[in-house]
Structures are given as C-alpha cells and as structure tokens.
C-alpha cells in the first residue's frame, strides 16, 4: 500500500488537495481536501440584500454571476416580488454567457492537458494534421504551419513557462495518447478556445459591465437598459461563440474520447444526483427551468427538490463540534486542529439531501433535464448512447470520461438557448416593454435562491429584516462533490469517484487528476460558511458615514 | 457503485452489437482511422522539452511566479479575458509563468518543485492573487501541506518585486470587511511585518482590470524597466492609473455638469446614459482609470453598463479595515465625501437621492464652469441646467430672460 497525493490540484479554482491510498495499481480509500477558508456569509451580515447580490460574487471569480443571480432571486423572494420579463430574458443572457465561458475555459485550458500533449505537437505532420481535422470533422480555422513554427519557437528557447513541472511523461510516456497530429489540433483549439472564452465573456461584459463580477444583476431585476447598439452587438457575439462551439467542441471531444475510452470504466461517484435548475422560463417555476431541477436516486428515479431535506454535516471538518445542521441559518465556527484524514481534514463541510451524499454539476442538470424530457437533451443522450452502442445504459457515461464529454452537450444546448434568448429580447424591446427594474415595497422577509453555477447546484439563503440581512447561507456546487467523509461514514461524491482509479505512477497519478478534473471544482465556492457563536464583539472600523 | 459500466461490460455491450473497438474509435469522429492505430502507445515527448530547464537562467522569457492566496481566480480569470496582447502570447513569448495554480499544466509535487526551482534561479516577478491569511497561524489556507503565508515569504523574498493583484492582494479586500474572520490582511502589510523589503507594486480592483497587470509586464518585460523605476503614488499604485478619479474621466461626466441624473435602475433617464451619482456611484471618490482602459475587450464598464461605480479599488495597503466593501457599502445608498478636483465636501446626512448635499456640489461646480468661461448659459444642448430651473432663488447660472419665462410657462403648463 502506498500513499499518493496531488497538493496542489491545478487547472481548477481555489487550493485543493487529493491524497489517496495505492494498492496494486489502483486506489482503494481517498480523501479530499478543500485548503483555504475565507468567511463570506459573516460579512454580508448587517449589509443589504442588493450589496450582498454583489459582494457574493466575490466568492468565485469563474462563477461570479450565479452567485449574484441565486443572491438576488433569495432577496426577492424574501421582498415577494418578481422580475419584469425583459430582466429575466438579460439575466439568462448574462447566466449563459458565463455558462458557456465557463465551460470552453474548463475543457480547453483547463481538462484538456491532462489528454493533450501541445509539446508532442512538435513531431506533427501538419499536412496530415489537416486532413485529420476534416475526418474528425471539426472546425480548423487556425494556421497549423503557423503554430508548428510557435511551438518550435518557444520550445527552442527552453523555458517552459505553463508547462513547467508537466506530467506529460507520466505512466512511462504512455498516458497521453495522442497522435502528434491531433495534439497540434486541439493546441490549435485550445488557443482558439481561449479567444472564445474571452468572447463569451464579451457578452457577459456587454451586459454586466465587466466580467469577473457583473456589475447589473441586482434585487429586482437589472439595471443594464439595451440600446439598439448593443443589441446588435449582442447579437452578433452570441452567433460568434455559438458558430465555434458548433463546430469544435462535441467533434474534438469525441475524438478525444477515441483514445481514451478506458475511462469510461472508472470515475463514477455516488450515483445520486441533484439540480436545482437554471434559465428563468416565463413561469418562474423551477421544474420549468430550461435546465429543469430535481433529485435522482441511486436508481435514476426523479422526484422535486425539498430544502428541508438538506442538511451539512461538520465532524471530519475544521469547525466546532460534529453536528449536522439543517438548512436554513445554522451557526459554525470555524476552528483549525490539524491535517488528519482519521479526524478532520478539510475546510469543506459535508452535505447531504436526504441524509445522503450527491453529485452536482453537468453531468447531473442533464440527466435531470433527460428525465423531465428537455428535447435538445434527450436527443442529444440518446445519439450518445447509441453510438456507444448503448442505448438507455446510463451506466457508461457515469464515469470520469462520460462526465467529461457531458459538458459539451450542455455548452451547444446553451450556446443555441442564447440566440433564442437574443431574439426574444429583441422582440420585447420592439413591443415597447421598457420595464427592466420593480423596486420592492416591502424589505422584510425571508428567501431561498435555488439556482446552478457551471458546477452545479447553488444555494443562498437569507432572512432580511429592515433591509438588512440577519441570516446569510450558501451551499456551493463543489462542496457537494468535494465533500469529506458522511456522518454514516459514506464518502464525499469525488471520494468515492476516485476508488477504483487506475494509478500506475503514485508521483504522477494522472487518472486521478483527469477524475477530479471531471467534476469541475471550484474550492474557494466550497468553503465559506461560518458564524462565530463566540459573542465576541468587533469593532466597526467606519463611523456611520464611512468617513474616518 | 453497480451501475457503472466496467471495461469488459462495455467491451461486451460493444462487441454484442457489432462494434469493433477499431469502429467506435471510427465512430468517434474518424480519427482514428486516419491517423493509424500503430501509434497508440508509442510514447513521444519532444526532445526540446527534455532539454528544457524550468528554473532555468537564461532565456528569452522573463520568469514568473503567480501564486494565488485566498482568491477567488477573479483576477487571474480577467487576465485571461485579455487581447493584444492575448494571453497566450503572454505566457509563450513575453514571460515564463513557471506557476500559476489555474493555468500550469503540472500539479502537486512537481508544481511546487517548479516553483522552488524557479525561485533558487531568481531574477522573476511575483504575482500574487487573494489576501494573505493569518487565521489559525495561516492554516486558514493551506497548500503543499503548509500554511500559505509560507509560500508568499518564501516567493516574495528573492523576486525583484511583488506585484499584488487586485484588491484582496492590496488589503485582504473584502475578506479584510467585518468581521474579518480568516485574518486577512495584504501583501504589504504581511511583508513589511516579516520583514522582507522586496518592493510592493499594489493594483488594487476587484478583480484588477487585465490591462493594468500587462502594461506593467511591458514597463518590466520590454521596456526593461526596473520595478522601482515606476511611478508609483504613495500607497505604492502605479501613477498613470490609479492617480484620477473614476469621475475625471467618466463618459456621463456631462451629464453630471448638466444636472442630469439617473433615480432609478433600468428607467428612461437610464437609457438617456445619465449620471449615475444619486444612486451611490463613488465615481467621485475612486482613483482609477475604469473609464479609459474598459474591460472585456474594451466592450463596456460599469458606469456605461448602467451600474453606480462601487469603489472597488479603494484599498489602503496598510489598512485591511479600510477595505472597499467596509467603506462603501451600502453601494447604493451612502455618499461620503464628494471630490470634484480638489474641492470636498463631506455629507452631513445620508443622501438617498439628489439633495442638497449635492446641489451644493454643483453650485461649486458651477463656480468652476463659469470661471472657465464654459457654460454661462449651461451646455450648447440645453437651454437651462434641471437644478437651476427648479431653483431660481439659488441658480447662480447666468441665463436670459426668455429661458426664465419658458421654464415659468413649463411650470405653470405643469401644473395646469
């Protein structure tokens, strides 16, 4: 038996650390650790839901705008009002437009070096990279010579800037699979991605002023008001990114997944699955959501999401005591002891819907939306399992390469729902709706937003009294997934995900990286919570009117 | 975990229906099939990088390191949002980023091995993203097994300089707001407590606009500057961009002279791009250069997108107490002190929409209008600035009679 362990994981967001026991080549026990706390929910206390909507995002500069929609939506529910129609078709604009950043980011520049080898592109033959690209069918718009000739360049000065320290030669020199050919295509898409990622965000800039941290989504609606001219800047970015995504991202995942189909062996998790949902339709009924909500059992069965059922446990994390807490507004405080994998072990809490650990993310929304018969998604799942030659066998694609190709599905679906979303937008502005912000009357009360990142499922709860918050919870996609042992003793989501990986190196333990890279994490969303219990009082640093 | 498909169930389940693995690999795309199955498991890493060196001495690139603290990637994903140069061209021509925890291809050991490399040669930049933590001797962030105030100290002390990115990095950002329960505080601060007196360049922002990160990678990079040869403000921010206000350079500035003001979000006077000031914007307040540089391929900022500026590069270095969440909030509601040029005037009371607190900024305003000859009769495209109109008793603009007795008929036609 062996030890082996990845601190830091990289390619993701936050510190997170992976150590995992080894014997005969594949792990048999895992422990996930989530290495930073911060504190949001104690200083959004005291401020107002519209600052709060805002300071949120601060949580998570890949997902900002989630946490700025599930923030809002929890602020109008606890006002009781709703959001004009225009507010909800820009909030969807500006959601998926993070959604589709999010996601290229996440499977070119993020996933895809632990498949691609852009240094082995070197050894291509670029006359047969193209005709390779056309028989894969996807897109080649950049310059293969070009590039062969900017790989050459860079790695003949010997530094080796991103790549230094890589696992390519991990497994003997055999885990990246890849004909030199189509390593230089897809480095020719992951620099194409990052271009597209940027473009996506584009949009989101378009309408939130920025990206990172959109500035318009706020309690009530929006305060971002179209004009012609962005309307049809909006118009033509949207058709940009959803044109490449078309045309790149489901062809170079399958041909990817040509290579390394034993991944659709290991990597499968807890089998449990939950979405809260995301993409306001009409009805504002979450079943409705164009990525509808609902929780699968460990038989796939669907049934509707009850908050009372979720509860956080703390005995294998770094805060006091080892209750489990029942959402909404509980209190922990936060207490450093040490690293102990037989103890506690993780800023992460472990959450569970139904006394029971779940998957967030992709994966899960789709097989959500599979269920409650989303047409784009059904059809999409049934072409994938047929030409895996099997149909209505879920099983396959719950595993560490199925919940990897998963997230192309999602982004196509998305990129088309954004023109959709474009032409609806257009034809309200030209029915003369001008109504984008409703100012609330009351500003008491209490709300959930129930909402998704790109990692899954979102939740932020608050109780508002005067206009002020007095109790702030978030439960964040990736601390469902990186969760540490159950109070039953069941392992965390990716815990589980990782026993049975096949490791052949433990310095260089590749599979688990491409396992733990399936889920997408986000650890700085994972930790936050806290609430002293100590009374401790602290001292206001501002006088009433902020001026020192 | 029995619905998950083995490899010799899915072999079966393949095989049952004709499948060859030589034709699912044709069904995926065709590749394989083009490019020959013979090279499967041929390992192949180019000999160039077998010769490379990571902490290696010489080169064409400028070395880096880019350690994120207790960050949320913000500022690290707005670099990525860059272009010309893209960030691509960064990191393959202008600088060895030797670590960087989201964008490196290594992971774990050999990340951290990178790094201690990079280090013992020298001569690089830091780059450090989020607020350093205190918490619990700095176990309120871990990575590598060790607290992460010990990777800053070791980073921070053999590198030219520090360059700490975005707010969180300048003063612990909104993690230094009450109650500030992690312990965080900024580069500065935590270096100058150690003892380390490698220079600090602070570019607050939340998250720090890409732009300003690269021009100072191009004073270093291609300009062959040295770090201490930048004009720095006495908070240590680079001059050129954090030494006017939001405000100065505003494109609804106009508007503000004129009198025009935006009430309420996503209203008409919202979409006439009026000024944003009676609904907290700290424009007037915040150094930086938002309004020149833009984000996100220069395609909007706040202001123009419709949102009040939140103040988020306020961060005084040595003070996590006096960070922008603690001093701005509530965004947008509270005026503090209004800086126009170098008149201040601080509130006495909490302005909820235009009052007289601002009336009488624009009064002074006004003063500087006329002493510059600009406005007697306000702007070319009105007749009469609103607050004049609305208070004859006070206006100090100079206007004809005829615009007296329209605004009296307008009144009068009002009321009618």
């Not at chain 1, 908050?307 to 994390?317: N, Q």
């Not at chain 2, 126009?340 to 929409?353: E, F, N, R, S, Y």
Request: glycine share 10%.
């Amino acid at each position: 038996m062996t030890r082996s362990v990845i601190d830091p994981i990289t390619r993701i967001e936050g510190h997170l650390r992976v150590e995992m026991e080894v014997e005969n080549g594949a792990v048999t026990d895992a422990w996930v650790s989530g290495g930073c706390f911060r504190g949001m929910e104690l200083v959004v206390e005291d401020r107002t839901p519209e600052d709060a909507a805002q300071i949120v995002q601060r949580i998570c500069g890949v997902c900002p705008v989630s946490h700025a929609h599930a923030s809002a939506i929890a602020g109008e529910k606890a006002y009781g009002i709703t959001i004009p129609n225009n507010a909800r078709i820009l909030r969807n604009l500006v959601e998926g437009a993070q959604f589709l950043h999010s996601h290229i980011l996440w499977f070119y520049n993020l996933c895809a070096l632990d498949y691609v080898n852009p240094l082995n592109a070197l050894d291509a033959d670029v006359a047969d990279a193209y005709d390779l690209a056309q028989a894969a069918g996807t897109s080649m718009n950049s310059d293969l010579n070009a590039l062969k000739e900017r790989l050459s360049t860079f790695a003949a000065n010997k530094q080796l800037s991103i790549f230094s320290g890589n696992w390519f030669d991990a497994d003997g020199g055999e885990a990246y699979k890849l004909p030199p050919e189509l390593d230089l295509i897809c480095t020719a898409h992951y620099l194409e991605a990052l271009t597209m990622q940027s473009k996506a965000s584009e949009i989101a800039g378009l309408i939130g002023g920025k990206m990172p941290h959109i500035m318009t989504s706020t309690v009530g609606g929006t305060m971002f008001v179209p004009t012609e001219e962005k309307l049809d800047d909006l118009k033509a970015l949207v058709d940009e990114v959803y044109n490449w995504v078309e045309a790149t991202m489901i062809p170079d995942t399958l041909a990817l997944a040509g290579y390394y189909q034993d991944a659709f062996n290991w990597g499968g998790g807890c089998g449990r699955y939950i979405a809260w949902g995301v993409f306001e339709d009409p009805s504002f009924d979450m079943t409705k959501r164009y990525l509808p909500a609902g929780v699968l059992d460990e038989n796939l069965n669907l049934s509707e999401v009850e908050e009372s059922k979720i509860t956080e446990y703390v005995g294998h994390s770094w805060y006091k005591g080892s209750e489990t807490y029942t959402s909404p507004y509980f209190t922990t405080e936060p207490e450093f002891t040490e690293y102990d994998v037989n103890d506690r072990y993780s800023w992460v809490k472990a959450p569970a819907y139904d006394g029971k650990p779940m998957e967030a993310g992709s994966f899960a929304r789709l097989l959500v939306a599979y269920k409650r018969g989303v047409p784009f998604v059904v059809e999409q799942i049934d072409n994938v399992l047929e030409t895996l030659g099997a149909p209505g066998q879920f099983g396959i694609l719950q595993s560490t390469l199925g919940r990897t190709a998963a997230r192309q599905i999602e982004t196509l679906y998305i990129a088309g729902l954004m023109k959709e979303w474009v032409n609806e937008l257009i034809e309200s502005v030209k029915s003369g709706d001008s109504e984008y912000y409703r100012k609330p009357e009351n500003i008491t009360g209490a709300g959930t937003g129930f909402w998704e990142a790109p990692r899954g499922a979102l939740y932020h709860s608050e109780s508002v009294k005067d206009g002020k918050i007095e109790g702030y919870q978030i439960i964040i996609p990736s601390t469902w997934n990186l969760a540490p042992h159950a109070e039953d003793g069941s392992y965390g989501p990716l815990e589980q995900a990782l026993i049975g990986v096949p490791v052949a190196d433990v310095e260089k333990p590749i599979n688990a990286l491409r396992t733990v890279h399936s889920f997408d994490p986000c650890t700085a969303c994972a930790v936050h919570v806290t609430e002293p219990a100590t009374g401790k009082h602290f001292e206001t640093v501002t006088n009433p009117w902020g001026v020192k | 975990m029995e619905h998950e498909a083995t490899a010799s169930q899915l072999q079966a389940m393949l095989e049952a229906r004709g499948v060859s693995r030589r034709s699912f690999m044709k069904m995926c795309g065709a590749v394989a099939m083009a490019a020959g199955l013979s090279e499967l498991a041929a390992p192949r890493v180019a000999q160039a990088l077998e010769e490379s060196v990571i902490g290696a001495t010489e080169g064409n690139l400028y070395p880096v390191i880019w350690i994120e603290g207790a960050s949320c990637t913000g500022c690290t994903e707005a670099f990525a949002q860059i272009d010309e140069p893209d960030p691509a061209s960064v990191v393959l021509e202008m600088i060895s980023l030797n670590y960087s925890e989201t964008l490196s291809a290594a992971a774990g050991h050999s990340m951290e091995e990178a790094k201690t490399q990079t280090i013992e040669a020298g001569n690089y930049l830091l780059v450090y993203e989020g607020a350093v933590l205190e918490g619990w001797n700095g176990q309120a962030l871990r990575v590598a097994d060790k607290p992460g105030t010990e990777h800053l100290i070791e980073a921070a002390e053999k590198a030219n300089a520090v360059i700490a990115l975005g707010s969180c990095a300048v003063n612990g950002g909104w993690m230094g707001a009450h109650p500030n329960s992690a312990g965080a505080v900024g580069v500065q601060m935590y270096l100058e407590k150690c003892g380390i007196d490698t220079p600090v360049i602070n570019v607050p922002g939340c998250p720090a606009n890409p732009e300003w990160l690269v021009a100072l990678i191009v004073d270093v990079v291609l300009m062959k500057l040295s770090p201490a040869d930048i004009p720095l403000t006495r908070e240590n921010k680079p001059e050129l961009i954090f030494g006017q206000t939001i405000h100065d350079n505003c494109q609804r500035r106009g508007h503000f002279e004129n009198g025009e003001f935006v009430y309420q979000f996503g209203s008409e006077e919202e979409k006439k791009g009026y000024c944003l000031y009676p609904l907290g914007c700290r424009g007037p307040q915040t150094y930086a250069n938002c309004g020149i540089v833009r984000y996100n391929h220069r395609r909007s900022w706040c202001v123009e997108s419709g949102a009040p500026c939140i103040g988020c590069c306020e961060a005084a270095p040595m003070d996590p107490g006096h960070n922008w969440v603690e001093v701005n909030t509530p965004f947008y509601k509270r005026h503090r002190d209004l800086r126009i040029g170098d008149w201040m005037i601080q509130p006495g009371t909490i302005a909820l929409t235009i009052t007289g607190v601002l009336a009488a900024a624009l009064v002074v305003h006004g003063f500087g209008m006329k002493a510059a000859g600009r406005a007697p009769k306000g702007a070319e495209f009105e007749k009469i600035r609103k607050w004049d109109a609305k208070h004859p008793q006070n206006s100090i603009g100079q206007y004809d009679q005829e615009v007296w007795d329209e605004v009296n008929d307008t009144k009068k036609g009002g009321q009618a």
